[in-house]
């Protein structure tokens, strides 16, 4: 039942020490995140899968070798199933917890790896096979380690032996598996304002040009922009090019009053997208005012942009501070850009975000796409490169 602790600052870190130290034969037992003094650090427990099922602590191999203060082997006996003694205490009243879904989401999970690990062997998936292969890549593409376990364990128990050894079948079912963890949402812009919000850099003013450009020369909409972002020198000019070169008309607004008569000069108008100022998860009051903006505007919907090379930390965080301007879908940026990106569909989905765009470029009006689960998926099952 022991197992061994490993830390690192990543979760491909760790994994690549639980294999160094454990070999293919690892198991996880558990992965999460542990506070140090100045952060957080991956840390995962795991141990080797004996025959039995049984999560055992790495013991040195040496074939005859036997441990000196071994006794020696007793003779077979049979085995009498333990007794079960009914516990006289009654259970002690506990307190709720602070924060009751977590915890129970955290135990419940954990329950479930031991549960596999310890109580149904035939059910643990060690790093080695298919399967392995399938929960290394799918942590190395920033799926959270508890729900990549989980996904693996329900392809291992939806697929038959020979299915799962064929690679084009066991892709499949995964990449089926992998879909259900996050939602698209890739109809059209239902509103007639759209504004566009997101963390600084992450590409809201490249995609709101790449949608009024959509919608002018492949639907023939009549589109205007509007910036809303007086925050930096420049903030506007980018948006302001890009509307002269493509002819549409353009305004800034930064205050209410100007949202206001801006919105009624262009009541005519099929679709107004409006960029906003990038925003951290520490500009509350920032966030606050331009709430107050995209309310004037009557904005109908907003699009949280989300570039895929942001951190896991990062991303969490723009969802978790934006969410006072009640965005209701997602766009993707960058993701010729990133790595793995299960950190950010993983993010999107835990806000209930659908993914309406992604994008793959700077390019506009080019390098911009209705977001397809499928690809997604696909794009999660591919090898993230490595960087040397
Ligand atoms: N590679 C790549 N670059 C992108 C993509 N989208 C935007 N960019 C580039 O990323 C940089 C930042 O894009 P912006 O559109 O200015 O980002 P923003 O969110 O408006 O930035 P702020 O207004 O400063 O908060 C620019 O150099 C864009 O050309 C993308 O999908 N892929
Ligand atoms: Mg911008």
């Known amino acids: 039942m022991d197992t061994r602790t ?37 840390e995962i427990k795991a141990g080797i899968a004996s025959k039995a099922g049984q999560v055992a602590a790495p013991q040195p191999f040496v074939a005859g070798w036997k441990r000196p203060s071994e006794p020696a082997a007793a003779p077979m006996r049979p085995r009498v199933a333990p007794k079960v003694v009914e516990h006289p205490l009654r259970a002690p009243s506990i307190a709720p917890p602070a924060h009751p879904e977590p915890i129970a989401v ?12 310890l109580i149904s062997p035939s ?6 096979g298919p399967l392995g292969d399938l929960l290394t890549s799918l942590i190395d593409s ?77 639907k023939g909409r009549s589109v205007a922009l509007v910036s809303c972002d007086s925050a930096r020198l420049g903030g506007t000019e980018h948006l302001a090019l890009y509307a002269a070169a493509m002819d549409i008309p353009f305004a800034t607004a930064v205050s209410v009053a100007e949202t206001h008569d801006v919105l009624a000069q262009w009541a005519d108008r099929d679709l107004i997208v ?35 090379s942001l951190s896991d930390w990062s991303t969490r965080a723009a969802v978790r501070s934006l969410a006072p301007l009640a965005p209701s879908r997602a766009i993707i940026t960058k993701l010729d850009e990133a790595g793995g990106i299960g950190h950010v569909l993983s993010a999107a989905s835990s806000a209930r975000l659908g993914i309406s765009y992604t994008c793959a470029g700077p390019n506009v009006p080019d390098n911009i796409e209705a977001a397809s689960a499928a690809r997604l998926a696909r794009r999660m099952l591919e090898p993230t490169p490595e960087v040397v």
């Open 6 to 42: 490993f830390r690192a600052r990543t979760m491909p870190e760790a994994m690549a020490a639980v294999k160094a130290a454990l070999g293919n034969q690892a198991v996880i037992v558990r992965a999460g995140n542990v506070a140090i003094a100045g952060g957080t650090l991956v």
């Open 123 to 128: 059910a643990a998936v060690g790093l080695s």
């Open 274 to 308: 409006i960029d906003t100022p990038g925003c951290g998860p520490r500009d509350s009051a920032p966030i606050a005012h331009l709430a107050r903006l995209l309310q004037a505007a009557s904005c109908q919907e907003v699009h949280l942009v989300l570039a895929a």
């Open 106 to 117: 955290e135990l419940a999970a954990i329950r479930r790896l031991l549960g596999r690990t």
């Open 142 to 218: 920033g799926m959270p380690a508890i729900q990549a376990d989980e996904l693996v364990g329900h392809v291992r128990d939806e697929l038959s032996p020979s299915e799962l050894a064929d690679p084009a079948t066991l892709r499949l079912a995964a990449s089926r598996r992998i879909e259900s963890t996050f939602t698209v949402d890739a109809s059209p812009l239902s509103g007639r304002v759209v504004a566009l919000v997101g963390p600084s850099g992450c590409g809201k003013t490249t995609s709101a040009a790449k949608l009024a450009a959509l919608a002018k020369y492949r």
